[in-house]
């Protein structure tokens, strides 16, 4: 029997009593939506109004004193108020905003689902309540088909277990397959976070567990038949390395994969949701606070109402959850909302939406905010993705970033550098070019430049890395003799030397991390060769020369020497050109020091030694080496 591993439910979750049904009845109620370009103004009274009639206003109500007029295309709305608001006889002006009909679904539970409120759901149902392109994978114990908030919302189910698309009624899958997408409008039970999209159900559960092959095959599956969003609602404390293949695969293949962080009340780590391109979800309470039994810790990313969330369960039945499980659901709705709104983002730009609009919340005991946001449905729908701007490469040379952007753009540019953020204001009415100084950075480092305008949309993040357009000083060679084996030196850490004697590599090599460096000649230099030797560094930057000439440190050696005998008088031989020849005898000299030719030859003068005696010859070069005693005998003849 194969070893189990079990995958408990993100915690069990908490149960409690069915909430009680409300009347069912269509709410019809207004919102205010994005200004149409327009703005009201409330006058002292009408003198001076003929310029604003000049300029196109309209007079509403004249006994109020207010009129309309119409906002320049080249100017931001805040602005245009200041300068309304500046002239005289103006009390005030403000918008001219349109309402439309808020989408408030008529579902009888609807008014029980306080998590809507919460993540300011009906704001976003104003942009989008999802598409049906959209699939969310719902990985868990199955889930009711037949539940009336959800069979219209369901395509490819699929039972890991038994191979087919006959799934388990599932309590918990039918739980977090409402709160993701449960029909709005029906008239019936509550509302998903994302009612338009689809889920698709895939159990891997048999009771309570599940082993880890089993999620692994959900994920295949959820991916391969086109799945946009992965939500798990379960989780174990064990780091699996195959289940984190598993998700790094789907992920790289462009999902978004959501899951419960874990219920707790712990620093521990819950997986899947503590790996990397996970999002994990901790869970709120209905007053906007983290809840007791949520996990957290350096791998929670995010918040969600999480206690008391009511939704499906199985036999067309309602009730109301709590826990991590039931948080991850609402984020996986919101990120569908955020997908079916703009299909053409990436998975990494759909996370990077989630966090960046999310609230901060504050924590009430501590009065400080909480390390991590709560999702916000609405900000997230409102939000959208400005196109980024052209950089400039940057080198580790120059002191400012250059950027350019083909619109109009009234925000905000903020570049990161090092840890440090430099923000540039802009109000730009066309196309714009522009330089932030940022100071030197060194080569490798990540640079980010981003556009925020005055609604808060941001680009999507460019990152440059500084180009290495810098060569590296020139080594600091080590002398270098005739008789030495290497070369030795300190250069610029990991880079490559290169030793020539003109344009021939005599041997190269790598300095080690603390840029020294030793090569060794396959042969040794002859005195006064001329040696370069340079620098490269990882971007093939090359130094400037050092130079370095071959000293001579090895003696002269003899080549030949006449034959001394008892009537000799003058000694010849060959040595080094030039080199100096002294002769002695019991430490005293028996000629003068002379010096051999360009040839090497030399000729020394003597007076006859008797037979027997020991001459030693001494041969001095040009750099003061000097050789060794040369021993000869006196010959008798």
């Known amino acids: ?129 999802g598409s049906n392109q959209t699939i969310v994978a719902v990985i868990d114990d199955g889930m009711d088909m037949k539940h009336p908030d959800l069979k219209n919302n369901i395509v490819k189910p699929y039972n890991v277990l038994t191979k087919n698309a006959k799934i388990p009624v599932g309590e918990h899958g039918t739980h977090v397959g409402g709160i993701i997408a449960a029909s709005a409008n029906n008239r019936i039970g509550g509302s998903g976070v994302a009612p338009g999209v689809k889920v698709m ?8 567990a599940a082993y880890i092959s089993e999620i692994i095959q959900g994920i295949e599956y959820a991916v391969k038949n086109g799945a946009d969003i992965l939500n798990m609602s379960l989780g174990m404390e064990f780091y699996s390395r195959a289940l984190n293949e598993a998700v790094q695969a789907a992920h790289k293949k462009g999902t978004v994969i959501i ?138 040379k120059h002191s400012k970033v250059s950027l350019s952007y083909s619109s109009a753009f009234r925000g905000t540019i903020s570049v990161t550098a090092n840890g440090k953020t430099v923000k540039k204001a802009v109000n730009h009415g066309t196309a714009f070019k522009t330089a932030i ?40 060679v080590q002398a270098v003799a005739d008789n030495s084996t290497a070369i030795s030196g ?29 090569l060794k000649l396959k042969s040794k230099q002859k005195a006064g060769t001329a040696l370069t030797v340079t620098a490269a560094d990882q971007a093939k930057n090359v130094s400037k020369e050092a130079k370095v000439v071959v000293k001579d440190k090895t003696p002269p050696a003899l080549a030949q020497i006449s034959k001394i005998t008892a009537s000799t008088t003058k000694v010849t031989g060959k040595t080094e050109a030039r080199a100096k020849v002294i002769l002695k005898v019991g430490g005293k000299s028996i000629a003068k020091t002379v010096k051999a030719g360009k040839d090497g030859k030399f000729s020394v003068k003597i007076s006859k030694q008797k037979a027997g005696t020991t001459i030693h010859l001494y041969l001095t070069d040009e750099a003061g080496n000097q050789s060794k005693a040369i021993k000869r005998k006196v010959l008798k003849k």
Do not use: C
Request: aromatic fraction near 8%; hydrophobic fraction near 40%.
């Open 259 to 396: 899951a419960a962080a874990g219920n707790t009340g712990s620093y521990l780590i819950n997986y899947p949701a503590g790996y990397q391109n996970v999002i994990s979800v901790g869970a709120t309470t209905q007053y906007d606070v983290m809840a007791r039994y949520s996990n957290y810790g350096k791998t929670v990313d995010i918040l969600a109402p999480g206690t008391d969330v009511l939704s499906t369960l199985p036999n067309g039945k309602y009730g109301a959850y709590s826990g991590t499980s039931m948080a991850s659901p609402v984020v996986a709705g919101v990120a569908a909302l955020i997908w079916s709104k703009e299909p053409k983002l990436t998975n990494a730009q759909v996370e990077y939406r989630l966090l960046q609009t999310a609230a901060k919340l504050k924590n009430p005991r501590t009065g400080k905010l909480y390390e991590y946001p709560r999702v916000d449905a609405a900000k997230a729908l409102k939000y959208h993705l400005l196109a980024s701007p052209k950089v400039t490469d940057i080198t580790d």
């Open 490 to 518: 300190t250069a610029e850490a990991a880079s490559l030397i290169t030793v020539k004697k003109g344009k021939t590599t005599v041997v190269s090599g790598k300095a080690d991390k603390a840029g020294k460096f030793t």
């Open 201 to 208: 159900p895939i159990n891997v559960f048999e009771d309570d």
């Open 1 to 129: 029997m194969k070893r189990l591993i079990s995958l408990i439910v993100a915690l069990i979750f908490l149960f409690v009593s069915p909430m009680a049904h409300l009347s069912s009845a269509e709410s019809v109620e207004r919102s205010v939506n994005e200004t149409s370009g327009r703005v009201i103004v409330k006058m002292q009274s009408f003198q001076g109004i003929t310029r604003l009639l000049k300029a196109g206003a309209t007079v509403l109500a004249e006994k109020e004193k207010l009129v309309s007029l119409k906002k320049p295309v080249n100017q931001s709305m805040s602005a245009f108020l200041k300068e309304l608001e500046k002239r005289p006889g103006v009390l005030y002006a403000e918008p001219d905003y349109k309402l439309t009909r808020s989408v408030i679904p008529n579902d009888v539970k609807y008014r029980e689902q306080w998590h809507h409120q919460t993540i300011q759901s009906e704001r976003a149902w104003d942009v989008t309540m």
């Open 437 to 476: 100084e940022i100071g030197k950075q060194a080569a490798g480092r990540k640079i980010t430049i981003k556009l925020i305008d005055r609604e808060g949309n941001e680009s999507w993040p460019v990152t440059k890395t500084v180009k290495d357009v810098t060569a590296p000083n020139a080594p600091k």
